[in-house]
């Protein structure tokens, strides 16, 4: 029972604050005083300017970061599954998995030094080889990809570790009946780890869809600068201008909305899919 008051009190009580997406929602009337105007706060996101704009970033941001969060991870459990010498693989699986216990807040000071396009140390690098020094953080074009980069770089190693613990559950009598058929490693890896960890590889996928408008809204307020407005917008930082900066209550509440529903759209499709293919349920 007390864990089900704590969740209807911070869970469910709170959504009654979306009736303001519905109204001209004034602080000192509050909820029950202020007008009721239906869809108008829809209306008026949708004509915005640069609403249109700060979707797609959201969805450009979140799909390369699905992509690559799935993708390198299991190529990253694939070669620490390879490696034999016991303290060598848990010092490197505890490096990696070190910077997903950072803060965004420490990880883009971090990152801010080592990016600058004067002092940092990836363009002293370039520098020395004879390249032109880059904006990392203050390019529009190459933001969006900094973005997916940093964020692989936090999360790779933590997300790894479901599909090394696909790979544990892999019979190894399996690698012992191929090695004396002849089969080298990579055709076991083909045949064999791939095969092995196929349903996991597939509900990661289908399940990652739901995520798929959350760009990172830490990440991205912690490095973004307005100069990357038109390419590192995304939906999360502009409803906390709207709401938080601009104290257009109603407005943010409205985009809100719109981000959930979307979100639960996408929820709902990937685990259908997910159903369907590996049988996976929730009820």
Known sequence: MPSV???????????????MAFQKFVPAKGIIGSRFVGMKNFEY???????????????????????????????????????????????????????????????????IDILSPS????????????????????DEKIFPYVM??????????FESIVFLAA??????????????????RWQQTLFITLPGISTTIILISTLSMGYVLNAGFDQIYNLYSPVVASTGEILDTYIYKLGIKDAQYSVATAMGIFRSLVSLVFIAVSYKIANKLVGYEIF
């Open 119 to 138: 002092e940092g140390i990836v363009n002293r690098f370039l520098m020395a080889l004879g390249f032109q020094p880059i904006f990392f953080l203050g």
């Open 45 to 111: 996101i949708f004509s915005l300017p640069n609403t249109w704009q700060i979707i797609y970033n959201t969805f450009f941001i979140s799909f390369m970061k699905i992509v690559v969060l799935i993708t390198v991870p299991i190529i990253f459990a694939l070669l620490l599954n390879e490696v034999r010498h016991h303290f060598a693989k848990r010092s490197i699986q505890t490096a990696v998995y070190l910077p997903h216990f950072m803060s965004w807040v420490i990880m883009a000071s971090i990152l």
């Open 148 to 157: 997916v980069f940093t964020d692989l770089l936090k999360e790779f190693g």
């Open 5 to 19: 008051i704590v969740v209807l009190l911070f869970s469910y009580y709170p959504l009654i604050g979306n009736i």
């Open 167 to 184: 790979l544990m559950a892999i019979d190894p009598t399996l690698y012992e009946a191929s090695s004396i058929d002849g089969a080298n």
